[in-house]
């Protein structure tokens, strides 16, 4: 059984900053998919952004925050990371991180591919 545990988040300023950070511990592959997921009030929850925890650590990301959001990660500490620059209202919402107990990883963002979740965190962004 993996367990996520997510920290970060808060409120800030369209233009500002914020760092996410997902603790994985429970797993037995060192080899996944781990990344963040997003849900706003009122819609569906849609990827973000997703790493292979494996040789190489690619990543992938949604359209939506290419060239203003980095995910990575810490072998050392099982702990991935959400740096995200730039952000604009419409990033508010509960985000979430996942695990897929599979080795490998693309842009998936079909949640029902994802095993396991964090209880999620929130960011606001305000106008």
Same mark, same amino acid.
């Given at each position: 059984?993996?367990?996520?545990?997510?920290?970060? =988040?808060?409120?800030? #300023? &369209?233009? $500002?900053?914020? %760092?996410?950070?997902? !603790?994985?511990?429970?797993?037995?592959?060192? +080899?996944?998919?781990? =990344?963040?997921?997003? #849900? &706003?009030? $009122?819609?569906? %929850?849609?990827?973000? !952004?997703?790493?292979?925890?494996?040789?190489? +650590?690619?990543?992938?990301?949604?359209?939506?925050?290419?060239?203003?959001?980095?995910?990575?990660?810490?072998?050392?500490?099982?702990?991935?990371?959400?740096?995200?620059?730039?952000?604009?209202?419409?990033?508010?919402?509960?985000?979430?991180?996942?695990?897929?107990?599979?080795?490998?990883?693309?842009?998936?963002?079909?949640?029902?591919?994802?095993?396991?979740?964090?209880?999620?965190?929130?960011?606001?962004?305000?106008?």
């Amino acid at each position: 059984q993996v367990r996520l545990t997510e920290s970060g =988040g808060g409120s800030v #300023q &369209a233009g $500002g900053s914020l %760092r996410l950070s997902c !603790a994985a511990s429970g797993y037995a592959s060192t +080899s996944n998919c781990m =990344g963040w997921f997003r #849900q &706003a009030p $009122g819609k569906e %929850r849609e990827g973000v !952004a997703v790493i292979f925890t494996g040789r190489g +650590s690619a990543t992938y990301y949604a359209d939506s925050v290419k060239g203003r959001f980095t995910i990575s990660r810490d072998p050392a500490k099982y702990t991935a990371y959400l740096q995200m620059n730039a952000l604009k209202p419409e990033d508010t919402g509960m985000y979430y991180c996942t695990w897929r107990d599979l080795s490998e990883c693309d842009a998936d963002w079909s949640t029902d591919h994802y095993d396991y979740w964090g209880q999620g965190t929130q960011v606001t962004v305000s106008a």
